[in-house]
C-alpha cells in the first residue's frame, strides 16, 4: 500500500490536478506523461477494486456471469473459467486471479475442468472472494458439471514455484479405481491459506486415492487447510488424504484437518508415503487434527494415522496434535519415521491419543 500511494503522489506531481477525466487526472500529450500511461491504467483500475497489491494484473472470474470473450481486467468484463485467466497470465510478472462466487449454488460458483490444469507459471496469486469457512468453500473449482466419468488425476498440478492460493475448494468427483486426487504438488515454496481439497470423491472406494500429493515439491505451506472429506465412504483399502512421494523437501503444514469417513475397515490412514525415497527432510504438521469418522460407532479405530514404506530420509514431526479415529500415530514396529511430542498411548484425558471416554 506505501508503494501504491507514492506513486500516486508521483504520478500526481507529473500528472496535474484531478478532474473528471479520471481520478489521477487529466491524460497529457507531453512525452513524460504518455509513458507514465501505462501506470496510470494499472492503478486506476487495481487502486479501485480494492484488491491487494501485486506486481503484476489482475485477472477477474466470474463462473456465473463471466464471458470468455471478456479481457478479466474487471468485475465488469470478467472472465467465466480459472483457465481463462490462467492462460492471460505471464509467468514471472506476479499475475493475480480472482475467482468470485455469486451465489450458493455449485451452477454458479463453479469453475469447471475437463482435464488437469497444468500450473507451470511461476509467481501468481489466486483468491477466492466468497465466505472465508474453513471447508466447502463457494469459490469453487470441480470436474466439468460434476461429472463423474472425469478421470484425470488432479484437479490442478502445481509444478509452478511461488504461486499463493487463498480461500478456495478444489472438488475431485471422480469415481474411478485410478489414482485420483483433488491436488498435486511438485512445484516449489507455494503457498496455500484455507484451502480444501477433497479428492476421489466419487461412490468408488479403491487404496490409490487420495486428496493431495506432494510429488517432489519443496518447502511448500500449507496454513488452515483442509484435506479429505466425509460425505463419501472410503472403504476398507489403504487409502490416504496426504499421500508423500517424489523425494520432497523441507513441507510444512500449519493448523491444518484432514477428514475421513470410513464405513467399514481400519486400513485409511490420514498420511501416506509412497516408497522409502518420498521425502528428502522433514516434514512438519503443526496443530492439525486428523479424524476419522464411522456412522453410529462413536470414533472408529483406523489402525494407523501413517501408511506405507517408511522414508529412509527424513522424519515426520508432528507437533500439538491430534488423530480422533486412529489407533496409534505408526502402527508399524520399527518405522521410527514418525516424531511426536504427545503421548502415544495415555487417554485423552492424559494428553494422549483421543480415544472414546
Not at 100 to 125: E, F, Q
Not at 130 to 154: E, L, W
Not at 229 to 241: I, K, L, M, P, Q
Not at 301 to 313: D, L, N, R, Y
Request: with cysteine; aromatic share 8%; glycine share 12%.
Amino acid at each position: 500500500m506505501k508503494r501504491i500511494i507514492l506513486f500516486t503522489l508521483a504520478l500526481c506531481l507529473f500528472a496535474g490536478t484531478v478532474n473528471a477525466d479520471g481520478w489521477l487526472g487529466q491524460r497529457s500529450e507531453l512525452p513524460l506523461r504518455r509513458s507514465l500511461d501505462p501506470l496510470y491504467d494499472i492503478l486506476e483500475r487495481e487502486v479501485s477494486n480494492g484488491l491487494p497489491p501485486i506486481l503484476g494484473t489482475w485477472y477477474h472470474v466470474d463462473p456465473e456471469n463471466g464471458n470468455a470473450n471478456n479481457d478479466g481486467l474487471s468485475k465488469e468484463d470478467a472472465l467465466a473459467d480459472i483457465t481463462e485467466a490462467y492462460a492471460k497470465c505471464t509467468t514471472g510478472d506476479g499475475d493475480g486471479i480472482v475467482i468470485y462466487a455469486s451465489g450458493t449454488t455449485a451452477a454458479n460458483t463453479s469453475c469447471y475442468l475437463d482435464t488437469t490444469l497444468v500450473w507451470s507459471k511461476h509467481g501468481i496469486t489466486v483468491i477466492g472472494v466468497c465466505a472465508p469457512t474453513s471447508m466447502f468453500q463457494r469459490a469453487r473449482i470441480t470436474a466439468t458439471n460434476g461429472n463423474t466419468t472425469n478421470n484425470f488425476a488432479d484437479l490442478i498440478d502445481v509444478t509452478g514455484d511461488n504461486n499463493a492460493f487463498y480461500n478456495l475448494q478444489l472438488f475431485q468427483s471422480a469415481d474411478s479405481t485410478a489414482a485420483v486426487g483433488g491436488l498435486e504438488v511438485a512445484g516449489n515454496r507455494n503457498y496455500f491459506c484455507n484451502v480444501h481439497v477433497a479428492g476421489a470423491a466419487g461412490a468408488t472406494a479403491a487404496a490409490t486415492h487420495y486428496s493431495l500429493l506432494l510429488n517432489g515439491g519443496a518447502e511448500n505451506t500449507f496454513v488452515n487447510c483442509t484435506f479429505g472429506t466425509d460425505s463419501v465412504d472410503r472403504g476398507d483399502n489403504a487409502s490416504c488424504e496426504i499421500l508423500l512421494d517424489g523425494t520432497g523437501y523441507r513441507n510444512r503444514f500449519y493448523g491444518c484437518e484432514t477428514i475421513a469417513y470410513v464405513g467399514t475397515g481400519t486400513a485409511h490412514g490420514a498420511v501416506e508415503s509412497a516408497d522409502a525415497t518420498s521425502i528428502g527432510r522433514h516434514v512438519i504438521f503443526d496443530g492439525c487434527i486428523f479424524s476419522a469418522s464411522q456412522a453410529n460407532t462413536g470414533l472408529p479405530a483406523m489402525a494407523s494415522w501413517f501408511i506405507g514404506t517408511a522414508p529412509t530420509t527424513g522424519a515426520i514431526i508432528v507437533k500439538d496434535s491430534i488423530c480422533p479415529g486412529y489407533a496409534a500415530w505408526d502402527a508399524t514396529a520399527g518405522n521410527d519415521r514418525v516424531y511426536v511430542n504427545m503421548p502415544t498411548t495415555a487417554a485423552s484425558g492424559g494428553g494422549g491419543l483421543v480415544t472414546t471416554p
